[in-house]
């Protein structure tokens, strides 16, 4: 029997620290960072590069001596790293600050899996846990789907009270910042939600990223373009010709200059 998770009575202090995501234009985006015990949400239809941001995090936290996790519940450790690798993000720098790991298809209750975040928490200090993504954890962990998607609430309740940073990966076909930006409707529960999307640019298609939602400090209130290619990941100025982002159909203004690629 695995007893469900109950957080800390008293709440969570966050503390000042932030964590850079290492890309200087996404630090930008968020005002410095993502902080120590918060939730971050990076929400958007599949392919535009949630975990491919997430990993980069992991690399850039790692890399200043701190403790990270990733669960991996659509895709596997392997495709995460040959992924990370081919866009020059060394996950294998990381060493034992890393923990990788695959979740098997309904092997574990909710309550294990909490169980066995809990455990990599209190042996290994976790700082930043990063769960991809709630459509697979829903999936991959059985029971009733109202029990599973409340034990991810009571979790990731727990690891903030634990001062641990957690970004969840959320796949939503439409990034309605209007009205729900994520399927199973984590807004609530979330410090920070990043929407990322797609936009159709001189008949290539392009991603942006915005800050919808940033409950410690201020964020920028624009989108920015990114690409991912051989030198990595690429964030550029902030865009100033997208109109419509929050319906979930950006589109580019013709009236509005538009920023160079470079």
Same mark, same amino acid.
């Given at each position: 029997?695995? @007893?469900?998770?109950?957080?800390?009575?008293?709440?969570?202090?966050?503390? @000042?620290?932030?964590?850079?995501?290492?890309?200087?234009?996404?630090?930008a985006l968020m005002r410095g960072g993502?902080?120590?015990?918060?939730?971050?949400?990076?929400?958007?239809?599949?392919?535009?590069?949630?975990?491919?941001?997430?990993?980069?995090?992991?690399?850039?936290?790692?890399?200043?001596?701190? !403790?990270?996790?990733?669960?991996?519940?659509?895709?596997?450790?392997?495709?995460?790293?040959?992924?990370?690798?081919?866009?020059?993000?060394?996950?294998?720098?990381?060493?034992?600050?890393?923990?990788?790991?695959d979740i098997e298809p309904l092997a574990l209750s909710p309550e294990?899996?909490?169980? $066995?975040?809990?455990?990599?928490?209190?042996?290994?200090?976790?700082?930043?846990?990063?769960?991809?993504?709630?459509?697979?954890? $829903?999936?991959?962990?059985?029971? #009733?789907?109202?029990?599973?998607?409340?034990?991810?609430? #009571?979790?990731?309740?727990?690891?903030?009270?634990?001062?641990?940073?957690? +970004?969840?990966?959320? $796949? /939503?076909?439409? #990034?309605?910042?209007?009205?729900? @930006? !994520?399927?199973?409707?984590? /807004?609530?529960?979330?410090?920070?939600?990043? +929407?990322?999307?797609?936009?159709?640019?001189?008949?290539?298609?392009?991603?942006?990223?915005?800050?919808?939602?940033?409950?410690?400090?201020?964020?920028?209130?624009? +989108?920015?373009?990114? /690409?991912?290619?051989?030198?990595?990941?690429?964030?550029? #100025?902030?865009?100033?010709?997208?109109?419509?982002?929050?319906?979930?159909? @950006?589109?580019?203004?013709?009236?509005?200059?538009?920023?160079?690629?470079?």
């Amino acid at each position: 029997m695995y @007893p469900a998770l109950t957080p800390d009575a008293g709440g969570a202090t966050v503390e @000042p620290e932030q964590f850079s995501t290492g890309i200087e234009e996404f630090d930008a985006l968020m005002r410095g960072g993502v902080e120590r015990g918060t939730v971050t949400v990076f929400s958007g239809p599949t392919g535009v590069g949630k975990a491919t941001l997430a990993t980069k995090l992991l690399e850039a936290v790692t890399g200043t001596g701190h !403790t990270a996790s990733m669960y991996q519940f659509e895709e596997s450790v392997a495709t995460v790293r040959h992924r990370s690798e081919a866009l020059g993000i060394d996950l294998s720098a990381a060493g034992d600050n890393l923990h990788l790991e695959d979740i098997e298809p309904l092997a574990l209750s909710p309550e294990e899996f909490a169980q $066995q975040v809990r455990e990599d928490v209190d042996s290994r200090d976790t700082d930043l846990v990063v769960l991809d993504g709630t459509d697979g954890y $829903q999936l991959s962990l059985h029971g #009733a789907e109202g029990d599973v998607v409340r034990s991810l609430h #009571a979790l990731c309740r727990y690891l903030i009270a634990r001062n641990v940073t957690v +970004v969840l990966l959320d $796949q /939503s076909d439409q #990034a309605d910042g209007a009205t729900d @930006p !994520t399927d199973e409707n984590f /807004s609530y529960l979330a410090d920070n939600i990043v +929407v990322l999307n797609y936009i159709e640019r001189d008949g290539r298609k392009e991603r942006i990223a915005s800050v919808l939602k940033k409950r410690i400090g201020n964020h920028e209130e624009t +989108v920015r373009p990114y /690409s991912f290619g051989a030198d990595g990941i690429e964030m550029r #100025a902030p865009e100033t010709a997208v109109e419509n982002f929050l319906t979930g159909s @950006p589109t580019y203004s013709e009236g509005l200059e538009r920023q160079d690629d470079g």
